[in-house]
C-alpha cells in the first residue's frame, strides 16, 4: 500500500472545497497545485486477516526527517483496491499542534481559550486570527493569563464572504490549531433545548380562542418583558393580521402599559378566506417577536360536551383496552340515551411523542401512507349519558413499522342529529422495549467520514432502559430506477442489491467505530432482544457538509439549591480530567475549574445576585493526553438550566363569577391576588365554541 501525506497551507483553508473529505486522485492533483504540498510517498506492507477488524499505527515522523505543525491529510492507494481516477481514496485528515480550542458565544460577545493538550494549561500570547469566506482578517489578538481573548460578536456578523469561516490559533512553541467558525450557535445535539432568543426583547401573545367565524372579532393581548423579566413600558409594537394566501389583511399600533400588557382586536370580514391565519406583533425594526395561529371556519356552537377516558396512559396490542364516552349537554344534564359512533385509525410513526425523544428514530422506513382504519361501531350513551367499550388491537409485534398510536374519534349526536366531536391519540405498546437511532451527522455524510450514531432505548411512555446486547449491521443498498412515460418520464424505485460492510453487537449509547464510507446508499439496522428493529437509511457524498462527525461525550447535571445562593453541582463523569464550571445567562458569567474523578462527582458554587429569571450551569471536563496515545473521547460537556424567580413573580390568584345570570344582568367578577396593582383583561367565551375546538391556553 502506498501513502502520500500532504501538508495543507492554512491561509488557503477559507476557499478550499476537499478541507476535511475523502479525496480522489483529482482532489490530490488539486491540493499539489494550489492549496499546499507533498511531503512525499512510501510504502507500506500490511498482512491483515480477511473480514477481521484490524488496526496500525503509523509514525509519520519515522518517515520523514521533519513534520512541522500545520494540517495534514493522508491518502492510501493500492493497485488491490481497483479504484478509478475519480473515485475516493481511504482517507485520514489530522493535525499537529499542542493547542486545543474552547470557544463559548454569548449574546453580546464570544470568548476563545486555548490550552495544551498534554497538561491542559492554559496557554498565553496565543495569535488567534479569525479568517472570513472571502480570507478576509474578520479579527485578531491575543490570549491573557488565563489562555483567553474575547471577540465581540460585532466583529463576527459578516454576511456572505464577509462571514466568518475558520479559527486559527499560532503559538511559536506549541504550533497551530485550526477550527471551523462559520456557525457559532451549532453544538452537539444533547445541547439544544429550549427556544432560540435573538433578542433582547421576550413577547407573549395570546387570543380568547382559535377558532372564529366570519364576522367575528379576534381580541387579544399581549405581554412584554426583557430577558430580565422586566417589563417593557411604553414598548411600541406592531400587530399584523395576516390571511390564508400570506397577505396582510389589517394592522394596527400597540402601546404597552406601566406592566407591558396590551390588548386589541381584529373584525374578521364577512367575505375573509376560510383556512389558517396568523397573528404577528412586530417591533419598529420590522423584527417578529412573537405569533399565534388562529383558523376561520364556518361553524356552529356545539350543544354536547364529551370526554374520553381510558384505564391506562398506552393500550397493549393483542390485549382488550377499555375506555368510556361520556356526553353532557352544556346547558346542564346528561345526554341520556343519544347515539354515537366511534372509529379507529392505526398510525404508525417513526419519532416519539417525547420532546426529549424528537430527534431519534425509531423503527423502519416506508414510503407508503402509513394509517389504517382498524375499527368503527355505533354505540348509544345509557341513561347516565355514558358508554364503555373494550377496544383490541391486534398484535403488532412481527410488523415493527415503528411506533403506533390509536388515533380514536368519536361522534355523539345531539337532538337534532349534528355530531359533536371528540377525538383522543393513545400509544399503542407493541414491545417491551423500542430502539431509538440519531445520527451525528445531517441527513447525508461527506465521503470519506466514519459515521456515528447515538442510540437510546425506551419503553413506550418515553422512560430510559438499559442499553442491553444489541446487534447492528450496516450496509450499502444499490437501487435500480425502474423509468416510465406519463404525462411525463417518471420512476419507480426499487430495492436491488444489498452489501453488508460490518455487523457485530455491542452494548453502547454509541455506535462510534465503523468504517469510512464512499459515494453511495447506505442503512444501519439495530435490533433489539425484544424484536425491535430499527432501521436508518442514509446517503454518502450526496449535498453533504463535510463535516467531521466526532461529538463529545454528554454528562447529565443535576442542581441543588442551599442556604445562601450555594449550589450543589452533580453528575457521573464518563472520564476523570480538568472541569471548567461556568455559569452564563446571555453571556459568560462566572468559571471556576475542578479537578473531576471519574464516577459520581458533586462540587458546590455560589450563584451572584441578580441573575433573574436564572442561568445556565455548564460544565466542560478535558483529560490530556500524551503522544502515540488514544485521545478520543477527550471532551465531555453538560449544561442544565436553574430558575432563578423572586416570590413576588408566581401570582397566586382566584376569580369567583355566578354560576347562572338571566340575560338583564350583568356579569360580576370578582378577582383576589396577593398584588397590589396589576393589569388585567377578561375573555368571555361561548362555551360552545370552546368545546368545538377544544382551545386551552397551555401557558
Not at 440519531?438 to 466514519?450: D, E, H, K
Amino acid at each position: 500500500m502506498e501513502v502520500d501525506l500532504l501538508r495543507i497551507d492554512e491561509r488557503s483553508v477559507s476557499n478550499f472545497g476537499y478541507l476535511y473529505e475523502g479525496l480522489s486522485n483529482y482532489g490530490l492533483d488539486y491540493i499539489k497545485d494550489w492549496k499546499g504540498e507533498s511531503l512525499g510517498k512510501f510504502s507500506l506492507s500490511i498482512d491483515f486477516k480477511e473480514n477481521e477488524e484490524n488496526s496500525l499505527q503509523l509514525d509519520f515522523a519515522k518517515q520523514f526527517n521533519e513534520i512541522p505543525p500545520g494540517i495534514y491529510v493522508a491518502v492510501f492507494d493500492s493497485p488491490e483496491l481497483r479504484l478509478a481516477g475519480w473515485e475516493t481514496r481511504p482517507t485520514q485528515w489530522f493535525q499537529r499542534t499542542n493547542l486545543g480550542i474552547n470557544s463559548y458565544s454569548g449574546i453580546q460577545q464570544t470568548t476563545v481559550e486555548i490550552r495544551n493538550f498534554s497538561d491542559l494549561h492554559p496557554i498565553r500570547l496565543v495569535e488567534i486570527e479569525v479568517i472570513a469566506k472571502n480570507n478576509r482578517l474578520l479579527f485578531k489578538g491575543e490570549t491573557d493569563g488565563n489562555g483567553q481573548v474575547v471577540i465581540p460578536n460585532s466583529f463576527l456578523r459578516g454576511e456572505k464572504g464577509n462571514s466568518p469561516a475558520f479559527l486559527l490559533a499560532r503559538s511559536p512553541k506549541h504550533g497551530l490549531s485550526l477550527i471551523e467558525f462559520s456557525d457559532l450557535k451549532k453544538k452537539p445535539r444533547f445541547l439544544i433545548r429550549g427556544r432560540k432568543q435573538e433578542i433582547e426583547q421576550d413577547l407573549y401573545i395570546t387570543t380568547d380562542r382559535d377558532w372564529y367565524r366570519n364576522g367575528e372579532e379576534v381580541h387579544f393581548v399581549v405581554v412584554g418583558r426583557d430577558l430580565k423579566l422586566k417589563p417593557l413600558p411604553e414598548y411600541k409594537l406592531i400587530a399584523n393580521l395576516v390571511n390564508p394566501q400570506g397577505e396582510l389583511s389589517e394592522k394596527v399600533s400597540l402601546k404597552l402599559d406601566e406592566f407591558g400588557v396590551a390588548k386589541g382586536e381584529f373584525f374578521i370580514s364577512n367575505s375573509a378566506l376560510h383556512g389558517p391565519w396568523s397573528l404577528e406583533i412586530k417591533n419598529k425594526s420590522g423584527q417578529t417577536l412573537a405569533t399565534q395561529k388562529v383558523a376561520v371556519r364556518d361553524l356552529v356552537p356545539l350543544t354536547l360536551e364529551t370526554a374520553i377516558s381510558t384505564d391506562n396512559e398506552s393500550w397493549r396490542a393483542g390485549e382488550g383496552n377499555r375506555f368510556e364516552i361520556q356526553s353532557n349537554y352544556h346547558s346542564g344534564g346528561q345526554a341520556s340515551l343519544m347515539s354515537g359512533d366511534y372509529i379507529g385509525y392505526l398510525k404508525a410513526s417513526n419519532q416519539h411523542e417525547s420532546a426529549e425523544l424528537k430527534d431519534f428514530y425509531f423503527g423502519n422506513p416506508k414510503a407508503e401512507n402509513r394509517t389504517y382504519e382498524i375499527e368503527s361501531k355505533n354505540f348509544q350513551l345509557n341513561s347516565e349519558g355514558i358508554f364503555s367499550g373494550n377496544y383490541k388491537v391486534d398484535d403488532l409485534s412481527d410488523n415493527p413499522q415503528g411506533l403506533y398510536e390509536l388515533d380514536l374519534r368519536v361522534n355523539v349526536q345531539d337532538l337534532g342529529g349534528r355530531p359533536n366531536p371528540k377525538n383522543i391519540t393513545i400509544p399503542i405498546d407493541t414491545h417491551s422495549a423500542y430502539l431509538g437511532v440519531r445520527p451525528n451527522f445531517q441527513q447525508s455524510l461527506a465521503t470519506g467520514i466514519s459515521p456515528q450514531f447515538e442510540l437510546v432505548r425506551v419503553n413506550r411512555s418515553g422512560g430510559l432502559l438499559p442499553l442491553l446486547d444489541l446487534d447492528y449491521k450496516l450496509s450499502r443498498i444499490e437501487y435500480s430506477y425502474d423509468w416510465y412515460y406519463n404525462n411525463g418520464w417518471r420512476w419507480n424505485r426499487s430495492r436491488a442489491a444489498e452489501t453488508s460492510i460490518k455487523f457485530g453487537r455491542f452494548q453502547a449509547g454509541q455506535i462510534n467505530d465503523l468504517p469510512q464510507l464512499d459515494w453511495g446508499n447506505y442503512e444501519l439496522s439495530v435490533l433489539d432482544i425484544s424484536g425491535f428493529v430499527t432501521t436508518y437509511e442514509f446517503s454518502v457524498g450526496w449535498g453533504a457538509d463535510g463535516q467531521s462527525t466526532a461529538d463529545p461525550e454528554e454528562v447529565v447535571l443535576s442542581t441543588e439549591l442551599g442556604p445562601n445562593r450555594e449550589y450543589s453541582l452533580r453528575f457521573e463523569a464518563p472520564f476523570a480530567g480538568l472541569g471548567t464550571i461556568l455559569l452564563a445567562n446571555g453571556d459568560l458569567i462566572d468559571s471556576s475549574e475542578v479537578a473531576v474523578k471519574g464516577g459520581r462527582n458533586e462540587f458546590k458554587f455560589t450563584a451572584p445576585e441578580g441573575l433573574e429569571p436564572g442561568f445556565h450551569v455548564l460544565l466542560n471536563l478535558k483529560r490530556p493526553f500524551e503522544q502515540g496515545t488514544e485521545h478520543l473521547p477527550q471532551i465531555a460537556l453538560g449544561s442544565t438550566w436553574v430558575d432563578v424567580l423572586s416570590a413576588n413573580r408566581r401570582i397566586e390568584m382566584t376569580m369567583k363569577i355566578p354560576d347562572q345570570i338571566t340575560s338583564d344582568q350583568d356579569l360580576a367578577v370578582l378577582i383576589q391576588a396577593d398584588l397590589e396593582e396589576a393589569s388585567v383583561v377578561l375573555f368571555a367565551v361561548d362555551e360552545g365554541i370552546h368545546a368545538i375546538n377544544d382551545f386551552q391556553n397551555k401557558d
